[in-house]
C-alpha cells in the first residue's frame, strides 16, 4: 500500500525558512522520481520541485526556484523540501508523491495521498 507522511509545516513570518519531510512507503523508493506539490483552497494542486530517481537532477517551478532545494535520502525513503526566503503567497497545504512523465509532463505517480502540511506564512 502506497503511503506518503508529511510532517515539518507550520506558521512563519514572510523571508523566514522551513523543512519539510515525507516519509514514503510501497513502492521502490529509490528507482522513482519524486516531487513536492502545493495546494491552496479552489486551485489545482500545483508541482513546486521534483528530484528524479537516485538522487539525480532538482527542478523547479519558476515561483519557487532559487528559495526551495529539494533532496532525497533513499536510505530513510525520505524527501525534504528546504525553503527559505519564504513569502505570503507561498502559503499553501504541501504534499509529496511520486512523479511519473506522462508525454513527458511530470504528473503524480500515484492516485493517493498523503495528509499534507500546512504552511502559513504571515506577519
Known amino acids: 500500500q502506497v503511503q506518503f507522511v508529511e510532517s515539518g509545516g507550520g506558521l512563519v513570518q514572510p523571508g523566514g525558512s522551513l523543512r519539510l519531510s515525507c516519509v514514503a512507503s510501497g513502492f521502490p523508493f529509490s528507482s522513482t522520481g519524486i516531487g513536492w506539490f502545493r495546494q491552496t483552497p479552489g486551485k489545482e494542486r500545483e508541482l513546486v520541485a521534483r528530484?528524479?530517481?537516485?538522487?539525480?537532477?532538482?527542478v523547479y517551478a519558476d515561483s519557487v526556484k532559487g528559495r526551495f532545494t529539494i533532496s532525497r535520502d533513499n536510505g530513510k525513503n525520505t524527501v525534504y523540501l528546504q525553503m527559505s526566503s519564504l513569502k505570503v503567497e507561498d502559503t499553501a497545504v504541501y504534499y509529496c508523491?511520486?512523479?511519473?512523465?506522462?508525454?513527458?509532463?511530470?504528473?503524480?505517480?500515484?492516485?493517493?495521498w498523503g495528509q499534507g502540511t500546512q504552511v502559513t506564512v504571515s506577519s
Open positions: 508523491n511520486a512523479i511519473t512523465l506522462v508525454d513527458w509532463v511530470p504528473t503524480p505517480r500515484f492516485g493517493s
Open positions: 528530484l528524479t530517481n537516485f538522487g539525480g537532477s532538482a
